[in-house]
């Protein structure tokens, strides 16, 4: 039975509401199975033309209890409300106030949009469209308005209540078990930032002072007993404070600052102002129970939420087709802040990993859509890499092609014209061109094309003449309602590196604009011209991956070896020697010969035993492409299992070249003295943990028992779930004996058995489908908690090609009944987990076939699909 087909909502259909709502006045009488809302809101014509029409709100699973407009109770022949809709049929031709009495149920709300309970406590998630889900509301985010938020509950079972903005008043209730807290926002704000918790919880807390004097409370809330693995994250969040006003001079404005780790939660984190909510995925964490991942992953998070109060609070988007304008922007942001904390060559390579894993397989599969897209069913499914990650590449491609000094000058217009207001990818681009008199006209395309840009370039050096030439071509491929793309603005920062390693000079230029390091590609073809060429250069191009495309040259694997030596440019040194590595990948898959391997080998043994390079920089350059990468790097006819066994040969043949070197640096990186989460620090263990691996790949006699002792004699989680990883991915004797040893210890903490899931998951051996469906009857599992359910089932599906893409299709089958049965309790999470199926069509025709009958056994199946997930369903089939 298929869900109602809703109808698409489309960007050109938009227009402002009739009514202006400027103010709103809430107060929750909270209970867990029959909450009682009332919201009262005040009103006004938007013109005088919309003077008397229909005042039309949203609702989503209502119930109302009652109504009153101006003060007076309505009859029930003024107005229609249903559990999705309140209209109003003839409001009042001037201003009003109109007072909505709903009943809610917050504990059987396993969706987790709306007001919940998580762990006994209340909470709430609004975006995208949950706040319709409290109240009958316009619930979009052009609607600005001032919050004022009374709480009451049970004084004993929630002593903690919190809302947005600032504290107003607090007290108990006479005569009551009961207590409540009035809390003011001072700063309009959309229905999707109103935030609310209620509960038991433990908190640390520290004062801050912003540039200009003013004093903040800032207080993260945990459960009880978890307040000392916080302390990382307020650590993160001071430190994200204090960039933020050194490098975009924007202080925060509220008089407190509130973050609050609940256990179940659909996304991340939330940003909602002055009361952000976590997934304590990412607050929560001590060496014992997080990695040095889980600890950057949460400087990232912190900073990129705490980011989000001027790009997305203070400064809101207009629609959902804006929503880049907020996360793309603030993702750039976050970004530039771990470079400044860490390493920026090797964040860029983390971040461009993550692009091209999850973006460039979005944007080239029937899940394609532009970074601000004209048409969707389900704003849900537009929370993608494409909307994120591309979207902050955009914003970085801005920052490359304007400098740094016309960035900051775009920047600064844009918060001094839109501060207060909801805007728009038109309003953000103008701030750039008036600021610094640029035409981005045609930049602006990357916002409205989906796809992923081909760029060819080729390059020939006359000796005679002393120029060398290249040739760039872009072109981009049709993708879902694009046919045909016009040529987009391509920054393509480059080096001419000489015989000796080192980047030569040019005297000048013709063709192409050239500024310094950097062409600017604006056509579908050009050429640039490099007079003053002394000898052959090998061309480094894309250098810092200045624009997402995707690159192919005319190089070969010797041009790509000297790039893995002498290239300064750390990402394109990195990216030689994956180019070379999946060169060698696919061959072997293949069963081709490979005559660049001994090279290749050479290369990465030149790099393990570089001095001068960053441990963390060598253990990137030392790993080789995932899976994945390789075959999205082959396009189509992918044969997972033929990729998985050439990847493990040539991690062998790896770890068999260069085993000495990987023991000698394996020793000589020993843990000395107590755990730290700093970079130079969690860099030492990364390149560790790597030549770990390598040394069981090498399949020696010693490398079981030295895997076993770094399983049992490590002192922080990195190390653990490493060792775990290797002993259970290479079935070493007693891995599982390590497993139950890592349960045993673990197995009151959520988080780290989110990792022993996921190190069964991930498993390469041939039973891993039967070992997911054992353990989802595990007492450990929970289908109620989306951490544990991406742990299992979302890392099994997106993060092990070989067994999730087995011939026989069991994998497809088993997704697609699983999908179903989320669907009934938490849309949100099976649509997530469907994308899986993205790049189905890339497959080989048997496995195609599987996988087409399984998607369709979803949209034939007999319930009711959530729009979310038919929505994602139907375009995977388009």
């Known amino acids: 039975m298929r869900s109602e087909n809703a109808e698409p909502i489309r960007l050109e259909d938009y227009t402002p509401t009739p009514y202006t709502l400027d103010r709103v006045e809430l107060n929750f009488n909270l209970v867990p199975d029959a909450t009682i809302v009332t919201s009262k809101i005040y009103l006004a014509p938007r013109t005088p033309e919309d003077a008397g029409k229909p005042l039309v709100l949203d609702g989503d699973e209502l119930e109302l209890v009652s109504v009153e407009m101006n003060g007076r109770a309505l009859s029930a022949d003024s107005y229609d409300a249903t559990a999705s809709q309140f209209t109003l049929k003839t409001p009042p031709e001037t201003a009003f106030s109109l007072e909505i009495t709903t009943k809610i149920n917050p504990q059987e709300n396993t969706k987790l949009m709306g007001l919940y309970r998580s762990s006994g406590n209340f909470c709430t998630q609004c975006e995208a469209e949950g706040f319709r889900r409290i109240t009958y509301f316009y619930d979009r985010p052009d609607i600005l308005a001032v919050y004022t938020t009374r709480i009451e509950a049970e004084k004993k079972a929630y002593p903690v209540l919190l809302g947005n903005g600032n504290p107003k008043e607090a007290g108990d209730i006479e005569g009551t078990d009961r207590h409540f807290a009035i809390w003011h926002d001072p700063h309009p704000k959309p229905a999707y930032l109103f935030a609310l918790v209620a509960g038991d919880l433990g908190c640390i807390s520290q004062k801050f002072t912003t540039a200009s004097g003013k004093p903040v409370d800032l207080n993260i809330y945990v459960e009880h007993g978890n307040e000392d693995r ?235 003449a002393k120029t060398f030439t290249l040739k760039l071509e872009q072109s981009t491929p049709p993708t879902p309602g694009q046919d045909i793309k016009r040529p987009f603005t391509i920054p393509v920062r480059f080096g001419l590196v000489s015989p000796n390693g080192e980047d030569m000079a040019y005297s000048s230029s013709e063709g192409a604009e050239v500024r310094g390091d950097l062409i600017l590609l604006t056509e579908a073809s050009q050429t640039v011209v490099f007079h003053g060429i002394g000898a052959k250069p090998v061309p480094s191009l894309l250098r810092e991956f200045s624009a997402p495309v995707k690159l192919a040259t005319n190089l070969s694997s010797d041009d790509h070896l000297f790039l893995m030596h002498h290239d300064n440019d750390p990402f394109n040194r990195w990216q030689s020697a994956q180019t070379v590595a999946t060169d060698l990948t696919i061959a072997l898959s293949k069963g081709a010969e490979t005559p660049a391997l001994s090279a290749f080998l050479e290369a990465m043994k030149a790099i393990a035993e570089d001095d001068a390079l960053d441990n963390a920089f060598k253990a990137l350059a030392l790993a080789l492409p995932s899976e994945g990468d390789v075959a999205r790097e082959l396009g189509n006819n992918v044969d997972p299992e033929a990729i998985s066994i050439a990847h493990l040969t040539l991690r062998q043949k790896v770890g068999e070249a260069l085993y000495s070197t990987f023991q000698k640096l394996y020793e000589s990186l020993a843990p000395s003295g107590t755990f730290s989460p700093d970079a130079k620090s969690a860099g030492n263990r990364a390149l560790r943990t790597r030549t770990l691996s390598y040394l069981n790949a090498a399949q020696s006699d010693n490398s079981a028992p030295l895997t076993r002792a770094h399983f049992e004699t490590a002192d922080n989680m990195t190390d653990r779930i490493a060792a775990l990883n290797v002993l259970v991915h290479e079935r070493v004797d007693g891995y599982k004996d390590a497993l139950d040893a890592f349960y045993q210890r673990h197995k009151d903490t959520a988080l780290a058995m989110d990792k022993w899931f996921m190190v069964q998951a991930t498993s390469p051996a041939e039973d891993t489908l039967d070992t997911v469906k054992a353990l989802t009857e595990h007492p450990a599992f929970a289908w109620g908690n989306p951490n544990r359910v991406r742990a299992l089932i979302g890392t099994f599906v997106a993060a092990n090609q070989r067994r999730f893409n087995a011939l026989d299709g069991s994998g497809y089958t088993y997704l697609a009944q699983t999908v179903l049965k989320i669907d009934q309790n938490n849309p949100q999470l099976a649509a997530r987990i469907l994308n899986a199926f993205r790049s189905w069509r890339a497959l080989e025709p048997t496995r195609q076939g599987l996988a087409k009958a399984a998607l369709e056994s979803i949209i034939e199946a007999d319930q009711k699909l959530s729009p979310d997930v038919q929505d994602i369903a139907e375009r995977c089939l388009q």
């Open 230 to 464: 916080a302390d990382w994250s307020m650590d993160c969040l001071v430190r994200s404070m204090q960039w933020d006003e050194k490098v975009f001079g924007l202080e925060y404005d509220l008089d407190v600052f509130n973050i609050v780790a609940v256990s179940d939660f659909n996304m991340g984190a939330m940003e909602n102002k002055g009361l952000n909510i976590f997934n304590d995925k990412y607050i929560l964490a001590d060496p014992e129970t997080a990695t040095d991942v889980d600890y950057e992953g949460i400087e990232t998070v912190v900073a990129h939420e705490y980011f989000h109060n001027w790009t997305g609070n203070r400064i809101t988007c207009r629609d959902w087709f804006q929503l880049c304008l907020k996360e793309g922007l603030t993702v750039f942001r976050d970004h530039e802040f771990t470079s400044d904390e860490r390493s920026r060559p090797v964040k860029r390579i983390a971040d461009v990993k993550v692009l091209k894993n999850h973006q460039f397989p979005e944007d080239g599969g029937p899940l394609s859509h532009p970074v601000r897209p004209e048409v969707y069913k389900e704003i849900n499914n537009f929370y993608t890499a494409t909307v994120y990650e591309k979207g902050s590449e955009l914003v970085t491609m801005i920052k490359t092609i304007l400098g740094a000094d016309g960035f900051k000058k775009g920047m600064d217009l844009y918060f001094e014209r839109h501060d207060g207001e909801a805007a728009t990818i038109e309003d953000f681009i103008k701030s750039f061109e008036d600021a610094t008199q640029t035409n981005l006209s045609q930049f602006a395309l990357w916002y409205s094309q989906s796809g992923t840009p081909q760029l060819n370039v080729a390059g020939e050096y006359n000796e005679q």
